[in-house]
């Protein structure tokens, strides 16, 4: 029997088949099936002596269609996730997720104004800030309206989103109020993007801002201001990004947080050479005001360590009220070309805290601010255009004081994690243009 979510699928696909047959219409049909296997030894914190690894797989499965026609624009990609051996052999209900990871119209005034409504991704610059989150098999998307400027000839872009949030089961259940508690989200959001491209690089500027529901039913909003800038010059790159962070988290503290970093990337005739500073403020035991910065909606797996120790939905500190003690984190990247169609990509980070730890909460004896080390490799395979293969080994020797901020008791120092991911995505169908 089909799910209420199921039984709508066919009849979208049917409808966008017989649209694609308008003259100077396009509609394309991709696929993906994306199943990943993990071993998890103290992964996102460390794990306690004699405890047994997670092992699991998990398979993403989604559906990408795409119409445009003239200055219309629809995308809607359906998506299940699904943990292998999760429902019985024989079932009638379902614990997966099966959803709609994106459902978007675009109308295009002209080359230079368009606007798009619905649930979208949003993925800027290198998603520190946001982004798409596309390493979690559920990915991350927004309800929002987006209106776009391009300026092809000055290569400059400006964008504002909006979105406004409520939690209401079907219209019109609700009739007076507009408090939105129940959901981990904002309630409204503005954020502003602008980009512009020169010969040697770029640069972006950016704000934020992001409503969130208090408890006493008014709105605490916090603001986000960014600049991003990079610039090639011969074999070099350098690249750096600025955040000041102000306004009040949703416990209506004062929040002042920053997140400041500086990469440099050098080409060798074998492989490029990145090292790279990253500072985010913290909040400690004695502090009045949230000090933490918090990158909200950037895809935080791609920067902070690939065993998710800081920022990937888990906390890490001392101060409580979902404060962070912060982070530095002082890294050397490379990816070695093996052939044609694979590489290894090998990161080495060493994590420590901006601001003092101490051994309980009593704030009477402090401990070192180192928080450990981490190796990360990667291996990646290209089977073929429409298939890869990722295979990936992290480990992380804790010390006492990650285990403290982790608050894990009797952990072990050496964890590890090992995972194995194989991603179908091919086009299935397709109507050229006319």
Same mark, same amino acid.
């Given at each position: 029997?089909?799910?209420?979510?199921?039984?709508?699928?066919?009849?979208?696909?049917?409808?966008?088949?017989?649209?694609?047959?308008?003259?100077?219409?396009?509609?394309?049909?991709?696929?993906?099936?994306?199943?990943?296997?993990?071993?998890?030894?103290?992964?996102?914190?460390?794990?306690?002596?004699?405890?047994?690894?997670?092992?699991?797989?998990?398979?993403?499965?989604?559906?990408?269609?795409?119409?445009?026609?003239?200055?219309?624009?629809?995308?809607?990609?359906?998506?299940?996730?699904?943990?292998?051996?999760?429902?019985?052999?024989?079932?009638?209900?379902?614990?997966?997720?099966?959803?709609?990871?994106?459902?978007?119209?675009?109308?295009?005034?002209?080359?230079?104004?368009?606007?798009?409504?619905?649930?979208?991704?949003?993925?800027?610059?290198?998603?520190?800030?946001?982004?798409?989150?596309?390493?979690?098999?559920?990915?991350?998307?927004?309800?929002?309206?987006?209106?776009?400027?391009?300026?092809?000839?000055?290569?400059?872009?400006?964008?504002?989103?909006?979105?406004?949030?409520? *939690?209401? @089961?079907?219209?019109?259940?609700? /009739? =007076?109020?507009?408090?939105? !508690?129940?959901? $981990?989200?904002?309630?409204?959001?503005?954020?502003?993007?602008?980009?512009?491209?020169?010969?040697?690089?770029?640069?972006?500027?950016?704000?934020?801002?992001?409503?969130?529901?208090?408890?006493?039913?008014?709105?605490?909003?916090?603001?986000?201001?960014?600049?991003?800038?990079?610039?090639?010059?011969?074999?070099?790159?350098?690249?750096?990004?600025?955040?000041?962070?102000?306004?009040?988290?949703?416990? *209506?503290? @004062?929040?002042?947080?920053?997140? /400041? =970093?500086?990469?440099?990337? !050098?080409?060798? $005739?074998?492989?490029?050479?990145?090292?790279?500073?990253?500072?985010?403020?913290?909040?400690?035991?004695?502090?009045?005001?949230?000090?933490?910065?918090?990158?909200?909606?950037?895809?935080?797996?791609?920067?902070?360590?690939?065993?998710?120790?800081?920022?990937?939905?888990?906390?890490?500190?001392?101060?409580?009220?979902?404060?962070?003690?912060?982070?530095?984190?002082?890294?050397?990247?490379?990816?070695? *070309?093996?052939?044609?169609?694979?590489?290894?990509?090998?990161?080495?980070?060493? !994590?420590?805290?901006?601001?003092?730890?101490?051994?309980?909460?009593?704030?009477?004896?402090?401990?070192?601010?180192?928080?450990?080390?981490?190796?990360?490799?990667?291996?990646?395979?290209?089977?073929?255009?429409?298939?890869?293969?990722?295979?990936?080994?992290?480990?992380?020797?804790?010390?006492?004081?990650?285990?403290?901020?982790?608050?894990?008791?009797?952990?072990?120092?050496?964890?590890?994690?090992?995972?194995?991911?194989?991603?179908?995505?091919?086009?299935?169908?397709?109507?050229?243009?006319?």
């Amino acid at each position: 029997m089909a799910t209420p979510r199921q039984k709508y699928v066919l009849p979208i696909l049917v409808f966008l088949f017989f649209l694609s047959g308008s003259a100077m219409a396009q509609f394309t049909l991709t696929g993906e099936v994306r199943p990943r296997a993990e071993m998890r030894n103290g992964f996102k914190s460390p794990h306690p002596e004699g405890s047994d690894p997670a092992l699991f797989i998990e398979q993403r499965t989604r559906l990408y269609m795409n119409y445009s026609l003239d200055k219309i624009q629809l995308n809607i990609s359906l998506q299940d996730v699904r943990m292998w051996g999760s429902t019985s052999q024989i079932y009638k209900s379902d614990p997966t997720l099966t959803n709609l990871y994106e459902a978007w119209a675009r109308y295009k005034f002209n080359d230079t104004f368009a606007f798009t409504v619905g649930r979208q991704a949003l993925d800027y610059d290198n998603a520190r800030f946001m982004g798409d989150l596309d390493w979690a098999q559920q990915g991350r998307s927004h309800d929002a309206l987006l209106f776009t400027r391009t300026n092809s000839d000055k290569g400059c872009k400006l964008h504002l989103a909006l979105a406004f949030n409520q *939690k209401i @089961d079907f219209e019109p259940a609700k /009739l =007076t109020g507009s408090e939105y !508690f129940g959901v $981990n989200n904002y309630k409204s959001m503005v954020f502003v993007w602008w980009n512009k491209k020169f010969d040697q690089g770029s640069m972006s500027l950016l704000f934020h801002n992001d409503g969130q529901q208090a408890a006493d039913t008014t709105v605490a909003s916090r603001q986000t201001y960014g600049a991003l800038g990079e610039f090639t010059t011969g074999p070099w790159k350098l690249d750096g990004e600025l955040y000041y962070q102000g306004g009040q988290n949703k416990l *209506k503290t @004062d929040v002042s947080a920053l997140l /400041l =970093t500086l990469h440099a990337t !050098f080409k060798t $005739n074998v492989t490029p050479l990145t090292l790279g500073f990253e500072y985010l403020s913290g909040t400690s035991l004695t502090d009045d005001k949230d000090y933490s910065f918090n990158p909200l909606y950037g895809t935080n797996h791609k920067f902070y360590g690939y065993m998710d120790y800081f920022y990937v939905g888990n906390s890490h500190g001392q101060a409580g009220n979902g404060t962070t003690s912060g982070l530095i984190d002082i890294h050397l990247k490379t990816n070695f *070309k093996l052939s044609a169609k694979s590489a290894l990509a090998a990161n080495i980070h060493h !994590f420590s805290s901006p601001v003092a730890i101490y051994e309980d909460n009593s704030g009477a004896t402090s401990l070192t601010t180192g928080l450990g080390t981490e190796i990360d490799l990667v291996y990646t395979a290209t089977l073929s255009k429409d298939v890869k293969f990722n295979l990936g080994y992290s480990q992380m020797f804790a010390t006492e004081t990650l285990q403290v901020i982790k608050n894990v008791n009797n952990a072990s120092q050496f964890n590890n994690w090992v995972w194995a991911m194989i991603a179908f995505k091919p086009q299935l169908f397709t109507t050229a243009k006319q």
